[in-house]
């Protein structure tokens, strides 16, 4: 069961290096979040009732709910336009990310540890690297912080990999996950929308030297 | 303590924000004051004492709390000349204040924490209330620094926690329980040299952003140009301790392993890469401000140096570091008075500064020459040192290209501070010019007089102080 919902979690890795529309972004990322869900749900039963509906809560309402939510306000809001507007073709793209999971794999398999089961460690890794990679090669900045969502959904897998031990870590990797989320979304993509006319990031190149 | 601590900056963050009278302000400044300074006494008295299970008060702890004491008090003297020269709306102001006061508390938290997580948590809020103080003027420059502050430093608060999450793996396989630092320190032979240089990694890179070293050394110099001056000596001080902290305490534990010698190339590479990159920028930036925050750059890169040349280097770091919390700040509340002299940060809009403001100007010449760490500035004797230890490792040919590198920052540093002390100004009207009282530079002087006082005479405390916190390292 973790691995089928962890190789679909990797599966959204691919698709969402290959999407074109903004809204598609946002539907893979609150796919992710159930799915996120989902892993927690299994993997967490054990530890205590508390914690277990602290981390449930958070992966469905915040991660699953809330941010797409926001993120759709702010679209609309600020008139984004629908294209995800990449740097680089989408078939390039899928190949990059590809590659990424393969390196991950064999990397996660140069690392055997009994300690880390290897699917999680494979799953974070990959959701690591896209997330750079979504980062560097999109211009609008609102897909800076997707990028960066599926860098926290990364570091969940990860946590959720060592977390069952140590319930106390996954609850800073949450706290992390509220009040990043929060401020970046919350204020500052909605008053870039209004300081700026696009959502550029050639917008943000006035500091310098 | 450290909880009424916690609690009381908590209430007077609070009231700042609510209170809006001049004389209320004036009020809970004196408060927190009080507050700051009785946390720093009683953390010195009760030293190795564990308190509310998460904060230990050790050597390097007490060192730098001290210096967040001594910083804290001209930082609030200095906002409020600031918000009397540039009024703001009473709600700004407040914001401002509450920002100060959540940064002051989240650092001396981050310096007193003897747990992983908990230093992990007290670093993310210094993130949060940095960029309310950042973001202060509101306009269109100061949201694009803020928005490259906050995401650089969310992208490597999650390496630190990466960082950390392999820590944790390596800790299991012993059947440790926690991440107490003692602990890991005790247990440090047993740890997994694979993981733990993982750990390394992350967590050295991640702290890098709050230290000012290379690679994320960027957000920090955009957040010093845009935060108000007095956030900005903050910023330039006494936070880019915390980032060396975090990456200090970690080092301690490794240091017990057989992946020390790796870890020192590691930070040697970073060292290097950043007085490098410090004098790349200090040749080429015209911003008096960024200028200030370079330098910086440079400073941490030599602090780093001296841990990974290891013996007196040790002790010279922290000595350096310390002396640097006194002298940037010094130059940042100088930046005020410059700044509404000019109503400009480039040095192409500034000149014949001793003839508007000669305290002002004595105060920028004399940091000049103590930043820049030549006789008789503290941190001669400091550099001095890094520089010795540097010769005994070994590491000759680095020597000679960071002194090379080092003239070159102080050549530029000069060419641009001798520029706004002597040269002509272009198209300046002085009519308009309103001489600063000389009581705004005296704060200064009392700082930059610290940083000779304390490099050429440290007092017998602080040398035992240093020594214990370094007495851990191998």
């Known amino acids: ?209 | 303590m450290i909880a009424i601590y916690l609690a009381g900056s908590l209430i007077i963050g609070t009231a700042f924000y609510f209170g809006k009278k001049h004389s209320t302000r004036l009020l809970l400044s004196v408060l927190f004051s009080l507050l700051q300074v009785s946390l720093a006494v009683y953390e010195f008295i009760n030293r190795g004492v564990v308190q509310f299970t998460y904060f230990t008060p050790d050597a390097l702890a007490v060192i730098f709390l001290s210096v967040m004491t001594v910083i804290t008090i001209p930082v609030l003297y200095h906002s409020f000349v600031y918000f009397e020269k540039h009024p703001y709306k009473p709600r700004e102001m407040g914001m401002y204040f509450a920002a100060t006061i959540m940064l002051i508390m989240s650092i001396s938290a981050a310096y007193l924490a003897n747990h992983m997580g908990i230093t992990w948590v007290f670093v993310e809020i210094t993130t949060l209330s940095a960029s309310a103080l950042i973001y202060h003027r509101r306009n269109k420059l100061s949201l694009e620094g803020t928005w490259k502050y906050i995401f650089i430093c969310s992208i490597s608060i999650t390496l630190v926690f990466i960082g950390i999450l392999f820590v944790t793996v390596t800790v299991q396989q012993h059947g440790i329980g926690d991440l107490f630092y003692s602990t890991l320190l005790a247990n440090a032979g047993l740890l997994n040299p694979f993981w733990l240089k993982l750990a390394f990694l992350f967590i050295f890179t991640g702290f890098t952003a709050k230290a000012g070293l290379f690679p994320m050394y960027t957000a920090g110099i955009d957040a010093k140009d845009k935060a108000p001056y007095p956030s900005g000596a903050l910023l330039a001080s006494v936070l880019m301790n915390v980032g060396f902290t975090g990456i200090f305490r970690f080092y301690q534990i490794t240091s017990h392993t057989s992946i020390h010698e790796w870890t020192n190339k590691i930070i040697l590479i970073s060292a290097v890469l950043s007085v490098f990159v410090a004098t790349v920028y200090m040749l080429r930036v015209k911003n008096i401000k960024r200028m200030m925050a370079y330098s910086g750059v440079e400073h941490m890169g030599l602090v780093m140096l001296g841990i990974a040349a290891g013996g007196i280097g040790y002790y010279a770091a922290i000595l350096h570091l310390v002396l640097h919390s006194f002298a940037k700040p010094a130059l940042f509340f100088q930046f005020g008075q410059i700044y509404r002299t000019y109503g400009s940060k480039s040095v192409y809009d500034t000149g014949y500064y001793f003839k508007y403001n000669v305290a002002g100007a004595m105060v920028l010449l004399a940091a000049f020459f103590i930043v820049t760490a030549m006789p008789p500035s503290g941190m001669f004797v400091s550099e001095f040192l890094i520089f010795k230890s540097l010769f005994a490792s070994g590491y000759l040919w680095l020597l000679i290209i960071i002194m090379l590198l080092l003239t070159v920052i102080i050549w530029a540093f000069g060419k641009n501070v001798f520029k706004i002390l002597f040269a002509k100004p272009v198209d300046f009207d002085e009519s308009k010019v309103q001489p600063a009282h000389y009581t705004e530079s005296l704060s200064q002087y009392i700082l930059l007089a610290l940083v000779v006082y304390l490099g050429l005479f440290p007092p017998a405390a602080m040398v035992e102080l240093i020594k214990e916190a370094v007495n851990m390292l191998m």
């Open chain 1, 1 to 209: 069961m973790i691995n089928l919902l962890l190789i679909i979690f990797t599966i959204t890795l691919i698709y969402i290096s290959m999407a074109n529309r903004m809204m598609t972004y946002i539907r893979i990322i609150a796919f992710q979040g159930i799915v996120l869900f989902g892993v927690a749900l299994v993997e967490l039963i054990e530890i205590n009732i508390g914690n277990l509906i602290f981390v449930l809560l958070e992966t469905i309402i915040i991660k699953a709910i809330a941010i797409p939510l926001f993120l759709k306000y702010i679209l609309d809001r600020n008139r984004i336009t629908r294209e995800a507007e990449p740097y680089v073709s989408n078939f390039v793209s899928v190949v990059i990310v590809t590659i990424i999971i393969l390196g991950s794999f064999f990397l996660a398999n140069a690392v055997s540890d009994t300690h880390v089961r290897k699917i999680f460690f494979i799953v974070a890794l990959s959701a690591l690297f896209t997330g750079l990679y979504v980062i560097i090669t999109r211009r609008k900045i609102i897909t800076h912080v997707m990028g960066f969502l599926i860098i926290e959904n990364g570091v969940f897998v990860l946590s959720l990999a060592v977390g069952s031990e140590m319930p106390m870590l996954v609850n800073i990797g949450i706290l992390l996950d509220i009040f990043v989320s929060v401020i970046l979304l919350g204020i500052f993509a909605d008053k870039i929308g209004d300081v700026f006319e696009e959502q550029d990031v050639e917008q943000l190149r006035n500091l310098k030297d």
